[in-house]
């Protein structure tokens, strides 16, 4: 008995449903990771672009908490969360538009199954987070254009260049959504070119990503150099070119990938089961260029597995299309593997981090706790807690200067710093470092009040991040301190030590790194 579309769009919505509890229980029980209170600053200092991103994601983090009036966990991601959710509706309303609802049910299942698009981007709150939303409207747009040339509208031209503009504006790889449509373009529909609606919608693009350009234009064209300098590196390394292709394996859930391989080694069926071929090309154009760049630059570049993820959204449509015709179930054996392991995964991070902690990192006291992820996501709490008790005990023996400001070399752990730690206390962060170390903190160091003569700081140093607090700061402090020891226990497991430094006697003022790096 065939399943009605009505019941393919109920399984939607309780795939949405309960792809939402589970990520609100985890927002509650993970601490924000270190990109997260990274992009913070974002939020916390609205620019119209920042030292190695676009703006969007600051953006999207102050109108869920309220311009920063509701801070927690759960707030900062609860618009990774409510953006991960559209984009399954709209994953869902591209497929059935290829093929059938069958086919963009498990074309959403694959979107809800991906650790990538559904943990990584899709609960933590990073740039790919508003990224995948117009990523996938740019998609769908394409889509309709491709299959109902006839009712895409001059109205709709201007929308696909507006949702282009702010996947950009998100993370500038959004422009490969035109790469990708113009080589769809010139190897397929070359009468597309003679239509004035495909130039408008550039032009609108192009006007979206004119604050990215102004703000470089201002600072030296400084997030480009940063980028130039991490696809730089000379000589073939196959170690990261096998490290990308296993990170993406592990990152798109292994079962959900080895679907997609499926489905493309038998392209041919696709094209012939989809309503359009064509379609299918277009998502070919959209997908695989994008991956073949990112793999290319990996042979020779130290790369992260996450950069090639938006290419994954064109290949769960083209894998949503072939399982809908050559699986009888609603959902195939091999996905049911990939819901039992997306289940294990996160039931195992969450028994990590709460219930069985494990000591994954170093052992030695030195570097206690390096390399072992479950620092990333618990302890900041009880540690600011801690830390604040030192502070208001340092306050009342008058052994530091009033309101002493925390210093920082590097933005992590800068940003839990800032984000769990300085408010407690209402203490300044100050960077002093190389602006390749401390990125956004150097132009927070701008909007506020700098370091003076004679102040007394604060050093934290985590054992899982070592530093020398005496080769980072002894020019400017006259004494640093013997620390004071936070130790974080779980259920027993010392996982990693805080050692609190106090630095004594400002002597010598730091130079803007701001001013330094526009030289």
């Known amino acids: ?214 703000w470089n234009f201002q600072n030296d064209f400084i997030t480009y150099k940063f980028h130039s300098k991490r696809v730089s590196h000379t000589g073939i390394s196959l170690s990261s070119f096998f490290q990308q292709i296993g990170g993406e394996f592990f990152y798109q859930n292994p079962l959900v990938y080895i679907a997609i391989v499926i489905s493309l080694l038998r392209i041919k069926n696709v094209k012939y089961q989809a309503k359009s071929a064509t379609a299918i090309n277009l998502l070919l154009w959209l997908s695989l260029p994008l991956i073949l760049i990112f793999w290319s630059l990996s042979l020779f570049n130290s790369t992260l597995p996450h950069w090639t993820g938006p290419a994954f959204i064109s290949l769960f449509l083209i894998a949503g299309v072939y399982w809908a015709s050559y699986s009888r179930k609603a959902i195939p054996v091999l996905l049911k593997w990939a819901i039992g392991f997306m ?64 210093v920082v070399h590097k933005w992590f752990p800068g940003g839990h710093l800032l984000f769990y730690t300085a408010p407690l206390m209402k203490a300044r962060v100050i960077a002093i470092g190389a602006l390749e170390d401390v990125h956004k903190f150097a132009w927070l160091n701008v909007t506020q009040e700098p370091l003076k003569i004679g102040e007394d700081a604060y050093c934290i140093v985590p054992s899982n991040l070592p530093a020398n607090p005496t080769e980072l700061y002894g020019a400017y402090f006259t004494s640093i301190q013997a620390p004071d020891t936070i130790p974080i226990i779980s259920k027993g497991l010392l996982l990693r030590n805080f050692y609190v430094y106090r630095l004594k006697g400002c002597k010598a003022l730091p130079t803007s790194i701001v001013a330094k790096a526009a030289k």
Not at 18 to 29: A, E, N, R
Not at 62 to 76: D, I, P, Q
Not at 377 to 383: K, V
Request: aromatic share 16%; net charge neutral.
């Open 1 to 214: 008995m065939a399943i009605t579309p009505v019941v393919y769009q109920k399984k939607l919505w309780w795939l949405i449903g309960i792809s939402m509890v589970v990520k609100i229980v985890l927002s509650f029980f993970l601490e924000l990771g270190n990109d997260e209170v990274y992009y913070y600053t974002y939020a916390l200092q609205p620019d119209w672009n920042h030292f190695d991103h676009p703006p969007m994601v600051g953006w999207m983090i102050r109108v869920f908490t309220f311009n920063l009036h509701w801070l927690s966990a759960f707030s900062m991601r609860l618009g990774s969360l409510i953006a991960a959710a559209i984009s399954t509706i709209v994953i869902f309303e591209s497929g059935t538009l290829l093929k059938n609802e069958k086919a963009g049910w498990i074309a959403a299942l694959l979107y809800t199954l991906s650790i990538y698009t559904s943990i990584i981007a899709g609960l933590f709150v990073l740039p790919d987070s508003p990224q995948l939303l117009f990523f996938t409207l740019s998609i769908y747009l394409m889509l309709s254009w491709v299959m109902k040339p006839h009712f895409f509208t001059l109205f709709d031209w201007i929308l696909l260049g507006l949702f282009v503009g702010l996947a950009t504006m998100s993370k500038v790889h959004g422009l490969y959504l035109w790469v990708g449509f113009g080589l769809f373009v010139l190897f397929n529909q070359i009468k597309t070119l003679q239509q004035k609606g495909f130039y408008l919608a550039v032009l609108v693009t192009l006007f979206c990503i004119v604050p990215i350009v102004y």
């Open 343 to 406: 289940g294990m995964a996160t039931l195992g991070l969450l028994l990590l981090v709460k219930v069985f902690p494990i000591q994954l990192g170093s052992t030695k006291m030195e570097n206690l706790g390096e390399y072992n992820p479950i620092n990333d996501l618990t302890g900041w709490s009880y540690f600011s807690n801690e830390f604040n008790k030192i502070v208001e005990k340092d306050k009342a023996t008058a052994r530091m200067s009033n309101q002493a400001p925390i």
